[in-house]
């Protein structure tokens, strides 16, 4: 082979290769940036949903014990104004878990939505029962115990709805596929 020939194979062969390489290298780049990109997405969608997930359950919580406070009120001596007021806060935080739910339905996922849900229903069921006991006389026949039976049942109820509603958004923060 003749030595002008090589020398152009040789050249033809080294830009190839440096032409190789660098598409090599541009294609290693993109796949990191893109990486780099679903990583950054998936660690704000957490943290998103973790604020969400703290807006819905701070203001349960404070119902929860607001209505739990209030049914005590209920043990011996009837304090009315106790329970009112015990009662004005638990609905005030109802209508802050309220809005925060309205959120966890766009933040989801859906099984964190429906614990949430639950929480609610069960915090807005407490505080309906409460509300007919307060309206009972205190002297009724059986219709007290009717309604601390159904809020004891409540108390216990909302204890594990929130536990699954913990369970459900700590699942939702360890899963980054979604």
């Given at each position: 082979?003749?030595?002008?020939?090589?020398?152009?194979?040789?050249?033809?062969?080294?830009v190839a290769g440096t032409v190789l390489a660098s598409a090599i290298t541009g294609w290693s780049t993109r796949q990191q940036v893109q990486a780099q990109a679903r990583a950054e997405h998936a660690h704000w969608r957490r943290q998103v949903r973790r604020d969400a997930y703290g807006a819905f359950l701070s203001p349960a919580s404070e119902s929860q014990k607001a209505l739990k406070m209030a049914g005590r009120a209920f043990i011996g001596e009837r304090d009315t104004e106790e329970v009112d007021r015990r009662l004005q806060q638990a609905q005030d935080q109802l209508a802050l878990a309220q809005a925060a739910w309205a959120n966890l339905a766009v933040e989801g996922p859906d099984a964190v939505e429906r614990a949430a849900r639950s929480v609610y229903t069960t915090l807005k069921s407490m505080h309906t029962t409460l509300l007919a006991l307060r309206d009972t006389p205190p002297d009724a026949p059986d219709g007290n115990v009717r309604f601390v039976e159904r809020h004891?049942?409540?108390?216990?109820?909302?204890?594990?709805?929130i536990g699954e509603f913990t369970v459900a958004a700590r699942s939702a923060l360890d899963d980054i596929g979604d």
């Open positions: 082979m003749d030595q002008g020939l090589a020398a152009l194979l040789g050249a033809t062969v080294g004891a049942v409540e108390v216990a109820r909302l204890s594990e709805r």
